[in-house]
């Protein structure tokens, strides 16, 4: 029995098949030849991306009706998306982060950045959270999660199908155990020294952000008897590690009471109640009231969400970072520590960076650059693509 030839989508004359050549894992619609055939190719269909002269580039996934209308899976226009090709990707990536961590809690897939475009998967131990946000994945869920389950040894598998992205895709929305038992409440986390509660079946995203790690180590190594506030706190990321750090008060700000609840039962768990609070509100009328308070701290980090998630955003979201700026800066201590920071791939560096000097001179504070940090390297950034490397954080000392 022979297999059916694949559908093939063609690079307009004009555009650079060389980026593709290089490296680029996307193809977008307006390069392409999108005639009556191709707009007919059903999205998520595994298909070859060919030049204008017909030379074969890579092995990917065709959405011809997304602005993003092709995706690379392999270099190899020869190559099958079968079980061992699933296993060969999958085991890669588990190899890396145990190079990369004694203990099994890290993000094990990120996408692209493990050559597996629309896939995440959170581990927490012997719990794994998948998030599989494209039509190819969802047509082979079955089989990832039998190889995960046999390659890592984990008992319980959640599938976490809530991401705007699926929705993009036409996928239903979808929380469901498809392997072992739900968890029996939150699972705790060690990271940094500290200890965090994630919630994978009611909490934000899979329940805990490890991208933060190496920028909550560096907190963590300055926060010494430090006075510290963390604003847009979530679980309580950079307030338990600079407790952890020895930090002698820490104060978690977010809209969310539930996530201060972990926070807070985090800080339990470290045995650091006594020198951690709380304050649930709006991160930019909580900041306000502080300053109205004279509230001051030794270290301050506001790590918000995505105010820009893509370039239509950006302007207001640079200007939201900048407002977030000026009202933490005028919360820091003469001499200390203002960290921020930003998960908007659209907001680069650069950019990102003058805002938050906008926002510091505004409070009237002169700021000197001490650090940059990024996410962890269980979040693998593909070269060529700058929506892998989102994060940003830098650290200012504020001259007294």
């Not at 965090?196 to 991208?211: H, P």
């Not at 506001?302 to 239509?312: Q, R």
Request: net charge negative; proline share 6%.
């Amino acid at each position: 029995m022979t297999t059916p030839p694949l559908s093939v989508l063609r690079l307009k004359p004009k555009a650079d098949a060389r980026r593709i050549r290089h490296g680029h894992p996307w193809a977008w619609s307006d390069e392409l030849v999108l005639d009556r055939r191709s707009k007919a190719i059903p999205a998520g269909t595994i298909a070859v991306l060919e030049d204008a002269d017909r030379q074969r580039l890579a092995l990917g996934i065709a959405s011809p009706a997304q602005k993003i209308a092709f995706r690379v899976l392999d270099r190899d226009p020869d190559a099958e998306i079968n079980a061992d090709w699933m296993h060969a990707r999958l085991s890669a990536a588990l190899n890396a982060r145990n190079a990369l961590y004694d203990h099994p809690y890290y993000r094990l897939i990120h996408a692209e950045g493990d050559a597996l475009p629309g896939l995440i998967v959170d581990r927490f131990d012997d719990v794994l959270v998948l998030q599989p946000n494209a039509i190819w994945l969802e047509e082979r869920i079955d089989l990832i999660a039998d190889i995960l389950l046999d390659l890592t040894g984990t008992k319980t598998l959640v599938k976490n199908g809530t991401s705007r992205a699926r929705a993009l895709e036409g996928l239903e929305e979808e929380l469901s155990v498809l392997h072992g038992t739900a968890p029996d409440g939150p699972i705790h986390v060690p990271m940094n020294g500290a200890t965090y509660l994630a919630d994978v079946m009611e909490g934000q995203k899979t329940g805990l952000f490890f991208d933060q790690r190496p920028n909550h180590a560096f907190v963590a190594n300055m926060a010494k008897d430090a006075r510290v506030l963390d604003v847009f706190s979530h679980v309580g990321g950079f307030a338990l590690a600079a407790l952890a750090g020895g930090a002698a008060e820490a104060l978690s700000v977010d809209a969310s009471t539930p996530a201060l609840t972990l926070a807070a039962g985090g800080a339990e768990a470290m045995g650091v109640s006594d020198r951690f609070a709380t304050r649930a509100g709006d991160a930019f009328a909580v900041m306000e009231a502080l300053a109205g308070e004279s509230a001051k701290f030794d270290i301050v980090v506001a790590d918000p969400p995505a105010f820009a998630p893509s370039k239509n955003a950006l302007s207001q979201g640079l200007r939201a970072y900048e407002r977030v700026a000026r009202l933490a800066a005028s919360l820091v201590a003469p001499g200390g520590t203002l960290v921020l920071c930003s998960c908007s791939h659209a907001a680069e560096l650069p950019k990102f960076r003058q805002a938050c000097l906008r926002g510091m001179g505004r409070a009237g504070r002169d700021p000197r650059q001490i650090y940059t940090g990024f996410a962890g390297p269980d979040h693998p950034q593909h070269p060529s693509l700058s929506e892998t490397g989102y994060l940003k954080a830098l650290a200012f000392r504020l001259l007294p």
